[in-house]
């Protein structure tokens, strides 16, 4: 089987531009505003496992993933930096994990309190889940830090659970309810080498659909119709089939597992060719917080959780350890501009679960008469949820995004993602210099001689590109003898796109995009009844700086359809001119309520 190295985001400095910006917002705003939130929410106090009835929190069974993702989040930030304050809240959280961890092992601050005597008893509860992101954030915060205590304990924790799923099979249940320890088992076995977690990932994963203990009223949204090797279609609950489709990618590699690489592959292009929104988000159901049937891609009550996002980005991230095919990295970059990056505010304070691509605030807050099966996402980010995975997920995901850049084998480094940058992979030192995505030049200048090429991902939606070294295209990426400088550049003109006829609410539509990056109307600019406003398939584009988005605002002139009285009328061409204003999707819902359009009518 081919394969690829990965690099560890501790590899890379992002030094400028569009990614620095964020990664210094992350760093210096999100971080303690995920952790201020997490603090009155009680989250950490729960970690005390002091909890008694009549106190003024109850703990929550998914808290401690919470508490994790943000100490993995901060481990990465640490790493880079060496910001003391966030290690002592680290400390904090870390000393009381492990002060309450059993002589077994175990650690659950809602079990620990609140069901002493059922652990492992009830599938759905996410202990698994919880300790899969203990150990992720055990191995961030030992690989930033050094330190070993939480890492230890944690690896404590899984030969607890070694013992009990494999050896002795006492829980009342075989597999994760919610996945995540299959993946976090395969990193802890990258951290420490100890072959049992990669033995139990394994386990977990093939006794999915395969086993007669655990019993689901529905089996597709629990990714349990059939045994993983014999899946080829995306089902189920997003970022539970995401952490799972992730771990399947993992497993596939430590085990030359063809299986579940080939189930890997139908599983990515059934996700990504049916069932995903131009964004990139996944999963448009709030229904189980799933995957729909394929081509259900409703605009308004999109689910798109930012969780799912980061979690597509995840799979993808594995399957370019295993491919040298740029449809990987495309997507990648699909979700990271998009509907990842429409999760959190500019700011950084604030936070979207679900990632619409319409927003009417009248349809939102007033009865439709389907109300009670019609969802309408959140109209403004807020600070904190009452299921607050996406926050903590977001910190995480800014501050390693590195990781998302380069792989390489013995003969070539791949360039996936285009960040200003300093990258130190083997013996050698690669240099992006770019102001991508607001602009498609790059130079990358490669010193060290362990590479005999470099192999530079041509974006998808690049229809044309100069580059000033011979090069031979292959699956989506130009080779170049990897010397000296490179210079390429990308040909970022705005393109139209239009959406396959199954999907129904983009009939007559399209949607605007520059580069990677995918715009939207919005009420703020370009008034109220964005449905009205309308685009020419040949429009031109003026291009408007804006220092606050990173990436210009496009402007061109359109339609606006008169406005009509009655509720039916004969069909007139009556409009107006006016100038059509968009702006990067990422950045909508940053100035109050108001409406919000991406997918804009054509009128010639
Ligand atoms: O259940 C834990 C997390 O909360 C999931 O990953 C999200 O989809 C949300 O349900
Ligand atoms: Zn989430």
């Excluded at 106090?45 to 989040?73: Q, R």
């Excluded at 740029?326 to 997507?331: I, P, Q, V």
């Excluded at 129904?504 to 605007?512: D, H, I, L, P, R």
Aim: proline residues 2%; negative net charge.
């Amino acid at each position: 089987m081919k394969k690829y190295q990965g690099i560890s985001y501790k590899n890379v400095h992002i030094t400028d531009g569009f990614w620095k910006n964020r990664q210094t917002i992350n760093a210096e705003v999100t971080s303690h505003a995920v952790y201020n939130r997490f603090a009155d929410s009680h989250r950490f106090e729960a970690l005390d496992c002091s909890w008694k009835e009549g106190m003024n929190y109850t703990p929550h069974i998914f808290w401690d993933s919470d508490v994790a993702k943000w100490i993995e989040g901060a481990a990465y930030i640490i790493a880079k930096n060496h910001d003391t304050q966030l290690e002592q809240l680290c400390e904090n959280a870390i000393d009381m994990i492990v002060e309450n961890q059993t002589k077994e092992g175990y650690f659950n601050s809602y079990f620990l309190v609140m069901r002493q005597s059922e652990r492992f008893k009830h599938r759905g509860y996410h202990e698994l889940y919880c300790a899969g992101h203990l150990i992720e954030a055990a191995c961030a915060y030992y690989e930033a830090t050094g330190k070993d205590k939480f890492l230890r304990a944690m690896c404590k924790y899984a030969d607890y659970i070694y013992d009990t799923f494999y050896v002795y099979q006492t829980a009342s249940f075989t597999t994760c309810g919610h996945p995540e320890i299959e993946l976090a088992l395969v990193k802890l076995y990258d951290t420490v080498g100890d072959e049992k977690y990669l033995q139990l990932s394994k386990f977990f994963l093939d006794k999915h659909g395969n086993n007669t203990k655990d019993t689901y009223t529905n089996k597709y949204h629990a990714q349990d119709q059939l045994p993983l090797t014999e899946q080829h279609t995306a089902e189920g609950h997003c970022v539970r089939a995401m952490y799972l489709y992730s771990a399947m990618a993992d497993i596939a590699r430590h085990y030359d597992s063809d299986a579940y690489l080939e189930a890997c592959r139908a599983i990515y292009d059934d996700a990504v060719n049916k069932k995903m929104y131009i964004t990139g988000g996944i999963g448009s159901t709030k229904m189980g917080e799933a995957f729909a049937t394929d081509y259900f891609l409703p605009n308004d009550v999109a689910y798109t959780e930012t969780c799912a996002a980061i979690s597509l980005t995840m799979f993808c991230k594995r399957m370019q350890l295993l491919s040298a095919d740029s449809r990987f990295a495309d997507t990648v970059e699909r979700v990271i501009y998009n509907g990842f990056l429409s999760g959190v505010s500019l700011d950084g304070k604030s936070f979207f679960y679900e990632n619409p691509l319409e927003i009417d605030p009248y349809f939102a807050n007033v009865n439709t008469a389907s109300e009670q099966k019609r969802h309408m996402p959140i109209m403004q980010r807020v600070e904190l949820f009452s299921c607050s995975c996406c926050p903590p997920n977001v910190l995480r995901f800014i501050a390693s995004i590195e990781e998302l850049m380069y792989t390489y084998d013995e003969h070539t480094l791949f360039v996936h993602q285009f960040m200003n940058s300093e990258a130190a992979i083997q013996q050698s030192v690669i240099r992006q210099t770019t102001d991508y995505p607001a602009d498609g030049s790059l130079k990358i200048t490669v010193e060290g001689t362990d590479f005999a090429q470099i192999a530079v991902r041509i974006p998808g939606w690049c229809t044309g590109f100069t580059a000033d070294k011979p090069y031979t295209l292959e699956n989506g990426y130009a080779y170049f003898a990897a010397e000296g400088e490179i210079n390429l550049n990308f040909d970022m003109k705005v393109q139209l796109y239009e959406a396959n006829a199954a999907v129904q609410n983009n009939a007559g539509c399209v949607a605007v995009a520059r580069g990677p990056v995918v715009y939207c109307l919005e009420e703020a600019d370009n008034g109220k009844h964005l449905r009205s406003l309308g685009i020419s398939s040949q429009a031109a584009f003026s291009l408007e700086e804006n220092d606050g988005y990173k990436v210009p605002v496009l402007l061109t002139q359109g339609l606006r359809k008169k406005e009509q009285e009655g509720l039916y009328r004969v069909y007139s061409r009556e409009c107006e001119q006016v100038t059509l204003r968009f702006i990067p999707y990422f950045a909508f819902a940053n100035r109050g309520v108001s409406e919000m359009l991406v997918w804009t009518r054509v009128m010639d």
